[in-house]
């Protein structure tokens, strides 16, 4: 965790602001009030967004203050807060950054994905290494395809040639989260008869306190026509819950309009939950210490 992170004022400039980034090679940063509270986060992409703005409303830059609904929503935890909700906070927030504050919302640091990944450092087998390149090739080979076919359809007509047999979990969704399409090893994991998967809501696949995460999720997805790369806990049939990574890319029609998502997923080790949280856990004791 980063102990007392550079923030700033909501009296602060966007031009002070701007000049503080690039000094600090900062990507986000926490903006508190003059009592200190936090009041929302400023990023790279939304300074851009404060500047353009104001030049051309008043023909130069204004304070924070002045553009408090164009900052970016703070995900915050308590230093109470447990284990398991921080490590899902930091996964599933716009920025990856989860600010922590004490009982009068005054900033106290910030956790980001470097420090969950200090741990994971040296802890992955070469086997799980090569999984994950495999897994960037076939999501760059996905999209490849998709830029040169004339529909979603022909798209996912050749992700089923390809990948019905790949050795690990594909699946695709509409923009409403229907499953669309579901690979044969998907099936198999979750402990599901071929072919049932498709037809069903998203969230079966999940873990229910992950349902509003992945509805967050495939909207994100879907609006920004990007890629994201969650840990989440999916659901097997049997109603056993497994810890899995999953890739996710947005589908375009012809037109280069969205029109869904497809997801590569794997499988995480045993007991990585257990030591996610564990890793988490002691981050969150080196505030109280």
């Known amino acids: 965790m980063t102990l007392n992170p550079v923030f700033f004022k909501n ?150 040639q390809i990948y019905q047999n790949a050795p690990y979990m594909i699946h695709s969704v509409d923009p409403q989260g229907r499953i669309v399409a579901c690979n044969e090893k998907m099936h198999s994991v979750l402990g599901y008869p071929s072919g049932t998967l498709v037809g069903r809501p998203m969230e079966d696949l999940y873990a229910e306190a992950f349902h509003e995460d992945v509805r967050d999720s495939l909207k994100s997805l879907i609006e920004d026509a990007s890629s994201l790369q969650v840990l989440l806990e999916m659901k097997m049939a049997n109603g056993n819950l497994i810890p899995v990574e999953v890739q996710s890319s947005v589908l375009k029609d012809a037109r280069g309009e969205p029109s869904g998502t497809i997801s590569i997923t794997r499988l995480l080790d045993q007991g990585f939950t257990e030591m996610l949280t564990k890793e988490i856990g002691d981050l969150l004791g080196e505030i109280e210490t």
């Open 11 to 160: 009296t602060q400039t966007v031009h002070e602001v701007i000049e503080a980034f690039v000094k600090n090679h900062l990507t986000c940063a926490p903006v508190i009030d003059s009592f200190g509270s936090l009041c929302g986060m400023v990023s790279e992409t939304g300074l851009i967004k404060i500047f353009a703005v104001d030049r051309m409303l008043f023909g130069n830059t204004r304070t924070l203050k002045d553009r408090l609904k164009m900052l970016d929503p703070a995900d915050s935890v308590m230093m109470s807060e447990s284990a398991e909700m921080v490590v899902k906070k930091v996964l599933q927030s716009k920025l990856h950054r989860v600010v922590v504050v004490d009982n009068s919302n005054r900033v106290q640091g910030i956790i980001s994905p470097k420090d969950i990944l200090r741990f994971l450092q040296g802890e992955q087998t070469q086997a799980s290494i090569d999984n994950r390149a495999q897994l960037e090739e076939s999501q760059s080979r996905i999209e490849g395809r998709l830029e040169s076919n004339s529909s979603v359809g022909d798209a996912l007509a050749y992700y089923r």
